[in-house]
């Protein structure tokens, strides 16, 4: 196959390909930006593959980067775009399941394709737009099939990581996992407990944001991976009622509080939960907040100061995540109707207090604003000056 027109990527990438090959090497865009290309998805990354050894090819450029020199890879800084450039290489021995103990740079390119994960990833692209595809991956991206390069029990076993990028492609490619690969999966599920949790997780939040979620889901069940990642094998039952249901989400606050909120989790579980996936700490405290705010719509309660304590982006998160109208009706509506979004907002600051020698400088005084904040977002007082002040002085005469 020939590639008639190629991406503005690729061709602002040329001069790097062109100044290889006329010094004599081979040189080759590959892997996913060729796969996205075929199937007309976005280009994130444009990578080169070349015969050139790393030696050869930083003498080639003025400015380079040693990114990952010991496995063949140098960045070239010399177009205002980087650029990481590989040396065709084999590997062998891999006592940790994902790197390769031992890195062989070769001047072959079949050898080098010889080492990917899937069919569809192991495709080359020249200078001239030809195509090399010794694995079948045109086939089967025709026939949508995710399908291992060789025997799928020595790929898994070179990094147990590609299974759970098999199920995210199949998740965003909208692609099936073809038998021998899927068994495969299925038999060396274990080996996922030795990826750490980190990329699983990339992984993971990938293939829940995919066209087609919910049947990464089930391939995770299929085939035991569910078991070897942290927490989700003591849910099985409410993630194959996820499985079953078309979700759409569109980010990962989403995802982690859709599980959270299936799970029955409370804020303390859900905290836990996500540490043991290793989820950012902003992310976590957003995910508790939008699942307080799922609970609060399903006994239909929602306070304002829920709202309120939630935020505008975990309103949309909660209504996107239960996919319900009838029941987050008005929602955002009455999120954006709130006297105030945050307490800077408040017209009292405790300066303000201690200028009208209502209160000094105490821990009394966060208590006070703390009660004005929560009552003006319940419209129980007008978020006005006076009001605010009229409003301490009663609260402290009560006290």
């Known amino acids: 196959m020939r590639m008639v027109e190629i991406p503005n990527e ?11 090959e006329s010094a004599g090497y081979e040189a080759y865009f590959v892997g996913g930006s060729v796969r996205d290309t075929i199937l007309k998805r976005p280009i994130h990354d444009v990578d080169i593959a070349t015969s050139a050894y790393p030696s050869e090819v930083k003498a080639l450029f003025k400015r380079t980067v040693d990114t990952g020199i010991e496995h063949g890879t140098v960045m070239i800084l010399d177009h205002g775009t980087g650029y990481e450039v590989t040396t065709f290489r084999t590997e062998s021995g891999y006592q940790d399941y994902r790197r390769p103990d031992h890195v062989t ?14 069919t569809i990833n192991a495709l080359a692209l020249a200078e001239n737009g030809q195509i090399t595809d010794l694995f079948g991956g045109l086939s089967d991206m025709r026939k949508h099939i995710i399908r291992a390069v060789g025997d799928p029990n020595e790929r898994f076993n070179e990094d147990a990581l590609r299974m759970m990028r098999a199920t995210r492609f ?12 899927l068994a495969g999966i299925a038999r060396h599920s274990q080996l996922l407990e030795k990826i750490a949790v980190e990329r699983s997780h990339t992984e993971f939040v990938k293939m829940m944001l995919g066209t087609d979620a919910n049947n990464g889901l089930k391939i995770m069940i299929q085939t035991d991976l569910y078991q070897h990642v942290p927490v989700l094998s003591h849910y099985l039952n409410q993630l194959q ?46 995910v508790i907040l939008t699942v307080e705010l799922l609970f609060a719509i399903q006994r239909g309660q929602v306070a304002n100061l829920t709202l309120y304590r939630a935020g505008s ?56 604003l703390n009660y004005l904040e929560q009552n003006v977002v319940a419209g129980k007082i007008k978020n006005e000056t006076e009001e605010l002040v009229k409003a301490a002085v009663n609260f402290l005469n009560e006290d």
């Not at 740079?105 to 899937?118: Q, W």
């Not at 199949?170 to 690969?181: C, H, K, M, P, V």
């Not at 989403?254 to 299936?262: C, D, E, P, S």
């Open 241 to 286: 009622q996820i499985a079953e249901t078309d979700f759409t989400l569109t980010n990962e606050v989403q995802i982690w509080a859709l599980l959270a909120f299936k799970f029955g989790l409370n804020s303390q579980e859900t905290a836990s939960f996500l540490k043991k996936w290793k989820t950012a700490n902003k992310i976590i405290n957003d």
């Open 10 to 20: 690729f061709h602002e990438a040329l001069p790097i390909l062109q100044k290889i």
């Open 313 to 368: 982006e975990n309103v949309v998160n909660a209504v996107t995540v239960l996919a319900d109208t009838a029941k987050t009706a008005g929602l955002v509506e009455r999120y954006e109707h709130l006297a105030i979004k945050n307490k800077h907002q408040l017209k009292m600051t405790g300066g303000e207090l201690i200028k009208r020698g209502i209160l000094k400088p105490s821990p009394q005084l966060g208590e006070v």
């Open 105 to 118: 740079f070769v001047r072959s390119l079949k050898e080098d394709l010889k080492r990917r994960d899937f």
């Open 170 to 181: 199949a998740s965003q490619l909208d692609f099936q996992i073809e038998d021998a690969t």
